[in-house]
């Protein structure tokens, strides 16, 4: 990497979303209005598991204000292999019966019909009005029942006959010989349950069809080409037709990566022949969104006394839900890929049942995956004598290791990071009466994809960033540096922006922790671009080889110095003079935003009465290459820390025998909130990726990897017991107290 | 010129906003919306020239439902050299007074004041609550009186002590001699009203202020950047925090290049911390917006006996209004340009007086000038017998003539245009009794100014592309046109999107003709970037050199026939694999969308019992360059030839003595109406403009330009009297009639 000094990148710059956010003034999902505007709602299944005998919508239709019914037969019929989206791995057969049932309701929840009324009232008069004709089977609701013999199917066509819906083996050495020449071998079992990401907004769209199919959707999305694309695909409609247009958004974390009523209020502004707009409560953000897979892992690992890891084994069933797709092979690609492990073998098996179809959630897989692989080597350091976090560097993958997907993981900066923990104030803090110390490590491989940049440098001086990546971590703080860096505009002269699919070219959705790196790279590019031009216009005006003017700090710089350099300012102000409208344009399509690992460090103070676990310090340590913008790095840092800390001690979803979902509200679905949590302590480090102008890696998902374990080891440090099933909430906490104290 | 042959350009394309706008659905200025949205109103001065002594709003200020009250106080004070916009000719302290009154009022419906209110009802109270002193000042309502020693002054720093806010001569030759060569000389003088463009939609506007100032506009105009460096100068802020979003546009015609409401929006909003809606009525439109100029030319030309013209010699005085800026400089450019005359002498008068400021419209000042110079080459043709197109042939302006700018014409193709005027059959027809014909040709320069485009090809094989041109004459349909022959993608897969200035780098207003020429080359640059690398893409495939990879057809082309061609879905289909989104860029700053000529022939009807002057039979004969989408230039031509007759036959302002409009009303402002008029025959001449990809010129102002002479010259004829005033509305004509019947 380059030494080259920063003026804007690096700092803490303001935000240019922020007084608009704090004072009420962006505009969400649900905040667009159009004339003539209907209202749409669904109707859901009240059953976990259904066929759907008949669906009798004639008086729905007759009551006032309807003026559209959807149901199963409205949409197009898919063929099974038609497959696209993100990373071209969305089944959109299975989206389209995700969106709206047909045949049979595969989770309580599941859409089976949609109505659009001139009032919210009317619609849900309508939806009332619709008569269902239900056949109830036996819901399907843990993976072991799931995977029994004889166990009811969800699906004809998936899963040859079982509901696994996929195995995806990795594997790597000698297994049997690598354990034969362990010291040491401790195998576990661990259980997380289903839980939401929990973003504070819920979906909400509305949608506009022209008489000619042109459609415009406004929503609040983590990718408006996902949902151009499912739009057009589900509905099939020409994607040329479809514009999408991203509100502010108020949380996805993943969860907003997909299409729930998108589709459904296109087809229903269609037939209706006025815009709709439809809201979800939260209600139904529960129990019809995609939450993140429970989880049921088996792990075995094998050590020399020395505390080198020599074997490692696990199989990861994770939930789908009602379709195929949990991150049980995402959790495979990272348990143990920051270790350097001669020989292992990961299985991940993705189940199907009767609960809501997962979707993304933050490093979807991996935290559930440390919690298996860093509990167990919190327990083989213990029994080692080791030092836990000196276990992890004796095992510290290097440069030219490799992921299970067999792509060389380069400098990961684990060493680093360990080192950075392990020297941190926190680490040798004492600890206090019932008190417990958890430490564990994550590995996230961050993605990559496909991004587009448009800058422009205007005459008065000031430049625009337009992307197509919605801003949900402060992606337009860190483009807006990135353009104030290369062209030496002030920061607060370039307005950074957010576009719709018709005003920039394709770019894959926020997330994956890729937008800073890879949106990054091409708002560069893009920056670039117009340096070139003004380094080019310059030489006109000098008669130089524009090769031999130089760029440096917003300044054209002539060769031999011959001339006064010319500023940013004065070549924007002549840009028309000198050619026209300065642009540039950027785009890229990279394998990765380089791997990411943290380190987390937690204390737990456990009251032995009542089994409450309440965090009293907590330190994330992470390698983000380099810090765009240092603040909003330590916000992704401190966020899924404490996300990760919700799931690790309250967060789940309760199911009753039926497979309804018994807390779905804020109220009962516990989710940790300000007063719940300390200050999280955080520390960068700074090994640059090298694929990247600044040297960043994403930063988004990794911290939200170790918390599970971190929490679990400083809870079974504090209980003096091994936990290994989530959440560590006091009930379940109590119980393992009272039932080591009784046996 | 090439030979290319096209596929799409020159074929009638369906229009892509066609249906929507047919059905109800296109959203124009005053169709948006905002949660929390205040509806502000302005307050009209009822003097056309008084002095503001005091302005109370205190009352206005506590009444129920008012946030906001604005006067001038609460606007910056502009320093008086403060130039920009439009070719940075727009002076901004007097646009910030004509937005809001400072001190004086002007004209009757200057702004005095705006209130804004949670509903239009509320801030109409607030207005009328609003109590303002006036000292009533004597109105200078025409150009005679206005120029008169001892007249009122509008302002005390403009004009230098008179009414006369600039003279712009132009001369050649030798004035003396060449009249002193002369056979024949006429000297004429000709008047024209004021009379306003008439669009549609009145003006509207939606503007949100965040509380760090960052601002968006949604408004109907020409031009969104123009409505942002406005908005910021003249309310003191920094352009990077203004974002303006273009609504549709019902219509323009240079009326919408400028801010009325905006700043005043803005400002409210500003003030109240909510957003704020403006909509003028029609009245409001007529009364404070800015129409065209009323015209006093007087002419002199002398020709030889053989037709020859030998020295021509004029005075353009046009009305400004309240503020400099009438367009006599424009008329001055264009009144004798097309012909070759070997000495004249043109100067223009700018004229204050207590009217409405004027503004753009279609051609501006062109369409007087000629009325007086095409009258006068019309009395030529009849006192010399000689055929008023062969006139016109005979005087012809060559290839290397050049404007009283000094810019050399080029090849204007008057010579076919006039040929093809010739040889149409309604050059031969009969006439019947009380008819007579009329023939006048036009010329203008035609705008070229900034463009900018973005060209985008999707892996679904369709293609975007945005311009920061709104859409007042087919722009979309051209762009998609242009898009579809470069990248070979089917026209229906084009999509082809107006954005907002947040989106594409800066264009220049939608005006001067310029938009199909300089923005379609800008598109043009942006397919083609696009082409070049698919060229490049195709090349790595192959293994060759990317120069010897051919584009044709939407297809790349191997050299030497070596590899199948590939096609550019199928480039596109594989685009993320190849390196990412396919993105073109375009921007151009040029001198002109090359001039244009029109020839005019026009049969009048003539009801001598009521001086009823009626369109029998017209055809407009122009050199459109190239047509890129036929049926739109047709439509340029037919619209500019149906605003010129009626600007001829009826349209005028009307005022009282205190300078008060008396017809502010589409019922008494005599529009015509479809039933007003003949079918307009149009001949589309294409003699190519060499300096853009296709040859296009500008097409949409020139129509307007002949039609006043046109007019005249067929209702002098049939009334054999010549006609040298509009409108030649009925009273005028029977006047005339009388009083050479009486004569």
């Not at 020989?343 to 979807?364: F, I």
């Not at 350091?381 to 290097?398: F, K, M, Q, S």
Request: aromatic share 6%.
């Amino acid at each position: 990497m380059s030494e080259r000094k920063y003026r804007y990148i690096g700092t803490r710059a303001i935000r240019p979303d922020g007084l608009d956010k704090v004072t009420g003034r962006a505009n969400y999902g649900a905040d667009f209005v159009l004339p003539g505007m209907l209202h749409g709602v669904v109707l859901r299944s009240p059953h976990a598991h259904a066929r759907i005998l008949s669906v009798d919508t004639s008086a729905a239709e007759k009551l006032p204000g309807v003026r559209a019914v959807l149901t199963g037969s409205d949409l197009p019929d898919l063929p099974p292999d038609m497959v696209g989206g993100v990373e071209g791995h969305t089944n959109f057969r299975q989206l389209s019966m995700n969106t709206l049932a047909r045949g049979k309701a595969l989770y309580h929840g599941h859409a089976v019909a949609a109505v659009a009324a001139t009032s919210e009232e009317a619609a849900r008069a309508g939806a009332a009005a619709i008569r269902v004709d239900y056949e109830v089977l036996e819901p399907v609701l843990d993976i072991d029942r799931a995977l029994e013999p004889g166990a009811p199917l969800l699906h004809d066509d998936i899963g040859n006959g079982s509901n696994l819906a996929m195995r995806i083996p990795f594997e790597k050495g000698d297994l049997e010989a690598g354990f034969a020449a362990a010291d040491l071998v401790i195998e576990r079992e661990f259980r997380t349950p289903m839980v939401h990401q929990g973003y504070i907004e819920p979906h909400a769209c509305v949608a506009r069809v022209g008489e000619d199919d042109q459609v415009v959707v406004w929503c609040s999305t983590q990718g408006a080409f996902v949902v151009r694309e499912y739009c057009a695909s589900l509905l099939g409609i020409d994607p040329a037709k479809v514009k999408v247009i991203p509100s502010e958004i108020g949380g996805g974390f993943g969860g907003k990566t997909t299409v729930y009523l998108e589709p459904l209020a296109v087809a229903l502004a269609r037939k209706a022949h006025r815009p709709v707009k439809m809201v979800m409560s939260r209600e139904e953000v529960f129990r019809s969104t995609g939450p993140t897979s429970g989880s049921k892992i088996r792990i075995k690992v094998g050590a020399r006394q020395d505390g080198t890891l020599v074997a490692a084994e696990t199989d990861i069933y994770m939930e789908a839900g009602a379709f195929p797709g949990s991150p049980a092979a995402a959790a495979a690609m990272c348990m143990f890929t920051q270790y350097s492990i001669p020989a292992y073998s990961l299985v991940a098996y993705d189940v199907l049942l009767n609960k809501p179809k997962v979707a993304a959630y933050r490093a979807p897989g991996a935290p559930m995956g440390a919690l298996a692989m860093e509990s167990v080597l919190d327990e083989l350091a213990d029994e080692l004598g080791i030092d836990p976090v000196e276990l992890r560097l004796r095992n510290a993958a290097g440069a030219t290791d490799r992921a299970p997907t067999g792509v060389e993981l380069g400098d990961l900066g684990l060493r680093e990071t360990l080192e950075a923990a392990r020297q941190h104030p926190h680490y040798a803090a004492p600890l206090g009466p019932n008190q417990g110390r958890g430490v564990a490590c994550g590995y996230w491989f961050n993605g990559g994809m496909q991004s587009s940049a448009n800058v422009t440098l205007h005459e008065d001086g000031t430049a625009v960033v337009a992307i197509g990546n919605p801003d949900i971590g402060g992606t337009r703080a860190s483009m807006a540096l990135i353009v104030a860096e290369e062209l030496g505009v002030p920061y607060e002269r370039v307005r950074s922006v957010v576009v719709d699919t018709d005003s920039i070219g394709f770019s894959d959705l926020t997330g994956g922790s890729r937008t800073t790196v890879v949106t990054g790279h091409a708002v560069s590019m893009a920056a670039r671009e117009i340096v070139d031009e003004l380094r080019a216009r310059a030489a006109r005006i000098w008669d130089v080889d524009p090769d031999e003017v130089r760029w440096e700090e917003g300044r054209a710089l002539p060769p031999n110095g011959a001339h006064q350099p010319l500023s940013v300012e004065e070549l924007a102000a002549q840009s028309g003079a000198l050619g026209g409208p300065l642009l540039g344009k950027g785009s890229l399509n990279v394998g990765s935003a380089a791997p990411a690992v943290g380190v987390h460090v937690c204390d737990i103070e456990l009251d032995p009465e009542t089994g409450v676990s309440r965090v009293v310090r907590y330190t994330v340590v992470q390698n983000a290459g380099k810090a765009i913008h240092p603040s909003y790095v330590e916000g992704q840092m401190q966020g899924g820390a404490s996300q990760g800390i919700g799931w690790a001690l309250n967060e789940e979803y309760i199911f009753d025998a039926q497979g309804e979902m018994e807390n779905p509200g804020f109220l009962d679905y516990r989710m940790p909130v300000a007063s719940d949590l300390p200050m999280i302590d955080t520390v960068i480090v700074e090994v640059p990726n090298p694929a990247n102008p600044y040297g960043a890696r994403g930063v988004g998902e990794i911290p939200i990897v170790p918390p599970l374990a971190a929490v679990a080891n400083a809870v079974s440090h504090a209980a003096r017991i091994r936990m290994t099933e989530l959440p560590l909430s006091p009930p379940r906490v109590l119980a393992a107290l009272e039932s080591a104290a009784g046996g």
